[in-house]
C-alpha cells in the first residue's frame, strides 16, 4: 500500500478538509470576539470602564491560552478531528449561556470557559492540516484556514453589534452562539476522517519534554514572538476604536462604527495570499513586509478623519492577517522532530496571551494618554516583532527546523 503523503488541492477529500476547517473558524472565531462589537454598550449597561469591558474578549482569549496545551495532549491520544468537535460543541454550549449572566462577574466567568473549549480548533486544527495536506501545499492550505477564521471573526461582530444600537447587546451575543452551532455541525459533517494522524500514549513527561523542547529553539520563539506581540497589537486596535469614533470629533453612530469590522474582509483575502506569495519568495520576506503593512496602517489611523481611520483599518488587518497566516504556518514545519503538536499549542498560547494581556494594558493607554499612545505603542509592537524576525528567522534554522 502507498504511504498516504497528503491531500492534494483538486481531491474532494482536500476540499472536504479546507471547508470543514473553515466552517470550524466560524464556529471558534465568531462567538471568541462577539463582544468586542458591543463594548460600549456593554460597558454602559453594567457601569464599566473600556479597559473592564474589554475582558469580555480578555477572559475568553485568556482561557483559551490556557487550554491549547492540555488541548494537544487530548488530540495526541484520541486525535485531532474528535478533538476539535468536542471542544467546539462545548464551546457553543456555553456560549448559548453566557449571555444570560446577569453579573460583569459571572459573565466574565462563562466567557473564561467558554475560551477554554474554544482552545480546542487553534490548538489542533493547523497540526491537523500539516498531517493531512501534501506538503508542497501546507502553506497555501494555512492561508485558506486563517481566511475562514477572518470570516468567523467579522460574522460574530457584524452580527453582535447592531443589536447593541438597539439596546439589545446580549441578544446579539446569543445570536452569534447560534450561528455557531449551525457552523460546528457543518464541521462535523464536513471533515473528513484523519489518514496522516497515528494515536500516541499521553505521557506528560513527553509532553513536556517536546515543550522544552520548542521552547530552547531561537525558531520557535521568534514565531511565538510574532503571535504575541501583533495579536495584542491587533486585538488592542479593535477593542478601542470604536470608543474613539463614539466621541468627538467623530461622533459616529455606534451601529455605524459596527460595520468597521469589514475591515476583517482584507484579513479573508490577505491570508491565503500570504500564503501563496510564502510559497513562492519565502516566509521571512512576506512576514516582514506584512508587519510593516501593519505598523502604515497604524500610523494612518491618527488621522483625524473618518475615512483615514476605515482606510488604516483595512490597511492594518490586511496585514495581521498575513503575518499570521505567515507565521502559524511556519510554528509546525520547522519544530523539532516529533513535536508539531506543541510547537503550534505554544504559537496559540503566545498568541492568545498577546491578545488577553497586550488588549486589556492598551486600554489603561487608552485611558491615560488617548488614542495617540494607543497607535504609537502598536507601531513599537510592530518594530519588534519584525525585529525579531529579522535577526533569528534568516538563519537557515529557521527553514530546517534545527537549532
Do not use: K
Amino acid at each position: 500500500m502507498t504511504e498516504f503523503a497528503g491531500h492534494r488541492p483538486g481531491e474532494p477529500a482536500y476540499r472536504r478538509l479546507i471547508a470543514g476547517l473553515f466552517f470550524a473558524g466560524v464556529a471558534t472565531f465568531a462567538q471568541l470576539y462577539s463582544p468586542q462589537a458591543v463594548l460600549p454598550f456593554l460597558a454602559a449597561d453594567l457601569g464599566v470602564s473600556p479597559a473592564t469591558a474589554a475582558l469580555a474578549v480578555s477572559a475568553a482569549t485568556l482561557g483559551l491560552a490556557l487550554a491549547v496545551i492540555p488541548w494537544s495532549m487530548v488530540a495526541d491520544r484520541r486525535g485531532r478531528r474528535p478533538t476539535m468537535a468536542i471542544g467546539v460543541v462545548a464551546a457553543t454550549a456555553i456560549g448559548l449561556l453566557a449571555p444570560l449572566a446577569p453579573t460583569m462577574e459571572l459573565f466574565l466567568i462563562a466567557r473564561l470557559v467558554e475560551g477554554a473549549a474554544l482552545g480546542a480548533v487553534p490548538a489542533v486544527a493547523l497540526a491537523y492540516l500539516s498531517e493531512e495536506v501534501h506538503a508542497g501545499h501546507a502553506a497555501r492550505a494555512a492561508g485558506s484556514y486563517i481566511a475562514g477564521t477572518t470570516v468567523g471573526g467579522l460574522a460574530g461582530r457584524l452580527i453582535s453589534g447592531p443589536f447593541g444600537e438597539a439596546g439589545h447587546w446580549r441578544l446579539g451575543v446569543f445570536i452569534v452562539a447560534a450561528v455557531c452551532a449551525a457552523s460546528a455541525v457543518l464541521f462535523l459533517w464536513l471533515a473528513p476522517r484523519a489518514r496522516g494522524f497515528a494515536a500516541s500514549p499521553v505521557r506528560v513527561g513527553t509532553v513536556l519534554r517536546r515543550l522544552a523542547t520548542n521552547l530552547r529553539s531561537r525558531v520557535q520563539l521568534a514565531l511565538y514572538a510574532q503571535a504575541f506581540l501583533l495579536m495584542g497589537a491587533f486585538v488592542a486596535v479593535y477593542n478601542y476604536v470604536g470608543f474613539l469614533l463614539a466621541a468627538p470629533p467623530y461622533l459616529v453612530p455606534q451601529w455605524t462604527v459596527s460595520l468597521l469590522f469589514l475591515a476583517y474582509l482584507a484579513g479573508t483575502v490577505s491570508s491565503p495570499r500570504a500564503g501563496a506569495l510564502a510559497g513562492r519568495f519565502g516566509r521571512l520576506p512576506v512576514l516582514l513586509g506584512s508587519a510593516g503593512v501593519m505598523a502604515g496602517g497604524a500610523l494612518l489611523l491618527l488621522v483625524p478623519s473618518v475615512g483615514a481611520v476605515v482606510a488604516g483599518l483595512v490597511i492594518f488587518t490586511a496585514g495581521f492577517f498575513a503575518a499570521h497566516a505567515v507565521a502559524s504556518g511556519w510554528t509546525p514545519a520547522s519544530a523539532p522532530a516529533g513535536s508539531a503538536a506543541q510547537a503550534s499549542s505554544l504559537y496559540y498560547l503566545a498568541y492568545y496571551a498577546g491578545s488577553s494581556a497586550l488588549g486589556w494594558a492598551l486600554g489603561l493607554v487608552f485611558a491615560g494618554v488617548g488614542w495617540v499612545g494607543v497607535a504609537g505603542v502598536v507601531v513599537l509592537l510592530c518594530a519588534i516583532a519584525a525585529a525579531w524576525a529579522q535577526r533569528v528567522l534568516r538563519d537557515p534554522a529557521a527553514r530546517s527546523g534545527t537549532d
